[in-house]
């Protein structure tokens, strides 16, 4: 059984160039969250989405910041036109059902690095 | 709004030490309480949550932590530790109306196990 897994796990990126990280959830799932976590601080929630439909996106950015997950293939989280403050790491969890005796299944983490 | 408070960053133990990872929380509504466990460069990983009933919560490697309402608070205690158990440690919290869409995370505690 395969957990979520996320691609790549170091991403390095150069002041406005585009990053993508992706996330395929456990199989089966059919919903999934984008975290963020600065150095030394817990993750805060980005976005939650199910398939082809954004759920609740209030913890994005509002400019640069987009996120999918479409009926085929991993969701994917863009970062367009990068800066160093998007130095962090990403992590996605996915769910059967957004119901909280229902865990998120954490992945690894994409670490992103701007140089 | 939620908010979580983890007031020891860091926590050093000897082994087969006992040892309490301190949190509290705010919230105007009822919540759901979850301690996360995230191993160096790993996602994170469910040690046991709240959702109601009994406030002496059981999870998995030995963890226990306990619900005081009165106190906003849910300690994550171990009565001997590992050397294993250093990790980074999270206290989160859920609006029992957001079906666990949007966890609030701590800061987080690193738990070091000193030989």
């Known amino acids: 059984n395969a957990g979520v897994m996320q691609n790549p796990r170091h991403l390095v990126r150069r002041r406005g160039q585009e990053a993508r990280l992706r996330c395929s959830p456990v199989?089966?799932?059919?919903?999934v969250y984008w975290y963020r976590q600065l150095p030394e601080e817990g993750l805060k929630f980005m976005v939650y989405?199910?398939?082809?439909?954004?759920?609740?996106e209030s913890g994005m950015p509002k400019e640069r910041f987009s996120a999918e997950f479409p009926k085929e293939g991993p969701s994917i989280l863009r970062i367009q036109q990068v800066v160093r403050g998007d130095s962090a790491a990403y992590f996605c969890?996915?769910?059967?059902?957004?119901?909280?005796?229902?865990?998120?299944?954490f992945g690894d983490g994409t670490r992103l690095s701007i140089l | 709004a939620q908010s979580v408070t983890q007031l020891d960053s860091q926590v050093p133990v000897f082994e087969e030490a006992p040892v309490e990872l301190r949190c509290n929380y705010s919230?105007?509504?009822?919540?759901?309480l979850f301690w996360y466990v995230q191993y160096p460069n790993q996602g994170l990983q469910l040690l046991l949550k709240?959702?109601?009933?009994?406030?002496l919560v059981k999870g998995i490697n030995g963890f226990e932590a306990e619900f005081n309402k009165s106190q906003t608070s849910f300690h994550l205690r171990k009565p001997s530790v590992h050397i294993s158990d250093t990790a980074e440690y999270f206290c989160?919290?859920?609006?029992?109306?957001?079906?666990?869409?949007?966890?609030?995370f701590g800061p987080g505690t690193r738990l070091s196990v000193l030989p």
């Open positions: 969890a996915s769910s059967p059902v957004p119901r909280v005796d229902q865990p998120q299944h």
């Open positions: 199989k089966g799932h059919s919903h």
């Open positions: 989405l199910q398939k082809e439909n954004i759920i609740d």
């Open positions: 919230s105007s509504v009822s919540v759901y």
């Open positions: 709240y959702l109601s009933g009994s406030t």
């Open positions: 989160a919290v859920s609006d029992r109306d957001n079906y666990g869409q949007n966890f609030v």
